[in-house]
C-alpha cells in the first residue's frame, strides 16, 4: 500500500467474485460427479431442447440430484438469459424417473409429479457434505 | 518377535490438496512432528515418488539411504529404510524414492508397509501426497483413516480441495469397504488476513462455506515458513513464529482439544506505515 491506494477510494474486492464463481463451479463439479452415469448425457439432451428457443449456453444449466428422505429429487436450474421484461430465471423441476426425457427411463413410468418415490440406491454416497446451491 | 494385535489403534493420516505448492509438505513435516512432541510414536511418508521433497523439509536429505520404493519391494527392511528425527524423539521419516516413478507402487505393496508400520507399533502415519490426483495422490489417500485438506484462500487450490474430497469419499479404503468415511479437517494455509480484509483474498469463511468441512487450523503466511524450510526445520519447531503456533493450534485440535482460531487479524498499522509500506 502506497501513498496513491492511500488517497484512493477502496475498490471493490476481488474476493466476492472469486466466491461467487467458486459456488456455480462447485456445484457443477458435484452436479457431474455425484449423479449417476446418464446425468451428463441427459443434461446435454435438455440442453439442447431448450436451445431450440432460447440462446443459452452450458454453464446456464445446472442439473443436480439430491436425496431427501427416501426420495432422490432431480433439480433442474436454467438461467435464462436477461432480455427486457423477461424474468431471469426458470427454476424447473423435474423427476429423474419422468419417462419423457433421459435416455434410460424407460423402466420406470409410475412418476409424472414433481418428488415420487424412487427406490434406485445411488453408489456409496457417504458425503455429508452439503452442497453449495446456486440459484440464478 | 512380538507381535501384539494393536493394529487398529494406529491412525493413518493424508495430507493432501489436489493442487500443488499449497504446503502439503510443510504441513505434513509440522504436523507429524507435532505429533511426536504430544508422545505419540509417529511417522510420516512421503508419497511423491520420483520428486522427493519431505527429506529436505524435515533436514534429513543426506541421511536417505532406503526409500520407499525400496520397501514395497522387499529390498530393505522397515528399520534400515526409517529414519530416526534427530531432534524429536518417537519421529521417523520414510522418505520417496528419486530415482523410480509412481508406477513402482501398489496398493499391495502399501498395504503390506502399512502393516508393518502397525506391527511396529506407530500411533500414527501421516501420508504426503504428491500433487495432482494420479495414481500416487490416490496411493497417498487409499488407507487414511483422517484427511487434512490443505487450501490455499485462492479460486484454483479451492475447487482442486473440492475435487480431492470427492475423490476420498469415493477412492479410499473407506469408502471402498463401506466404513464410516474419512474424517476431513481444512487446513488453510498462507493466510494474509490484511488481503481478506481489503476484498482481495478470501475469507476463512469464505473457503469453509464453499468447502463445507470442519475447519482444523488457519494458518497465516510467514516469511518463518520459508527459513525454517531453508533450514530444513519444521516450522512448528519454531516457537517464535506465528505459522509455528498456528500449527500447534491444529494439533491440539485434531487432538479433540477446544482452541480459538488466532492469526485472523492483522495489527494495525500506524499512519507512516499505511503511507509509505
Known amino acids: ?136 | 518377535m512380538l507381535n501384539i494385535g494393536s493394529d487398529s489403534l494406529t491412525k493413518t493420516i493424508v495430507v493432501t490438496s489436489g493442487k500443488g505448492g499449497v504446503g502439503k509438505t510443510t504441513t505434513s513435516a509440522s504436523v507429524a512432528t507435532g505429533l511426536a512432541l504430544k508422545g505419540f510414536k509417529t511417522v510420516v511418508i512421503d508419497f511423491d515418488v520420483g520428486l522427493r521433497n519431505l527429506d529436505l523439509i524435515m533436514g534429513c536429505e543426506r541421511r536417505v539411504v532406503y526409500d520407499l520404493v525400496n520397501l514395497v519391494n522387499q529390498e530393505s527392511s522397515l528399520h534400515q529404510t526409517l529414519i530416526k528425527d534427530k531432534r524429536v524423539e518417537n519421529l521417523y521419516i520414510l522418505p520417496a524414492s528419486q530415482t523410480r516413478d509412481k508406477d513402482a507402487l501398489t496398493i499391495e505393496g502399501i498395504a503390506r508397509v502399512m502393516h508393518k508400520l502397525k506391527k511396529s507399533q506407530f500411533d500414527y502415519i501421516v501420508c504426503d501426497s504428491p500433487a495432482g490426483i494420479e495414481k500416487g495422490a490416490k496411493m497417498a489417500l487409499y488407507f487414511a483413516d483422517e484427511a487434512i485438506i490443505t487450501t490455499n484462500p485462492e479460486v484454483s487450490s479451492v475447487r482442486d480441495s473440492d475435487r480431492i474430497l470427492g475423490i476420498l469419499q469415493s477412492e479410499s479404503k473407506r469408502a471402498k469397504m463401506n466404513e464410516e468415511p474419512v474424517k476431513e479437517h481444512l487446513l488453510i494455509t498462507r493466510y494474509n488476513p490484511g488481503r481478506v480484509r481489503e476484498g482481495q483474498m478470501l475469507s476463512v469463511d469464505d473457503i469453509v462455506d464453499l468447502l463445507a468441512i470442519p475447519l482444523l487450523g488457519i494458518i497465516p503466511e510467514s516469511s518463518s515458513v520459508l527459513d525454517s524450510s531453508n533450514a530444513g526445520k519444521p516450522v512448528i519447531l519454531v516457537p517464535e513464529s506465528e505459522a509455528g503456533q498456528a500449527y500447534s493450534d491444529a494439533i491440539d485440535r485434531l487432538m479433540g482439544e477446544d482452541r480459538p482460531h488466532r492469526f485472523m487479524e492483522t495489527r494495525k498499522k500506524g499512519l507512516l506505515a499505511r503511507l509509505f509500506g
Do not use: W
Open chain 1, 1 to 136: 500500500m502506497g501513498i496513491f491506494s492511500f488517497f484512493r477510494s477502496k475498490p471493490k474486492g476481488s474476493a466476492a467474485t472469486a466466491k461467487e464463481r467458486l459456488q456455480v463451479l462447485i456445484a457443477h463439479q458435484h452436479a457431474d460427479s455425484d449423479g449417476p452415469d446418464y446425468l451428463p448425457l441427459l443434461k446435454q439432451d435438455i440442453l439442447n431442447v431448450i436451445k431450440k428457443y432460447v440462446d443459452i449456453g452450458e454453464e446456464q444449466v445446472l442439473v443436480q440430484l439430491d436425496s431427501q428422505d427416501d426420495c432422490d429429487v432431480l433439480e433442474l436450474n436454467i438461467t435464462l438469459p436477461e432480455d427486457g421484461e423477461r424474468s431471469s430465471a426458470v427454476d424447473a423441476k423435474a423427476l429423474r424417473d419422468n419417462d419423457d426425457d433421459g435416455p434410460q427411463s424407460s423402466k420406470n413410468r409410475q412418476s409424472r409429479a414433481e418428488r415420487t418415490r424412487s427406490r434406485q440406491t445411488r453408489k456409496s454416497q457417504a458425503s455429508a457434505r452439503s452442497q453449495a446451491k446456486q440459484k440464478a
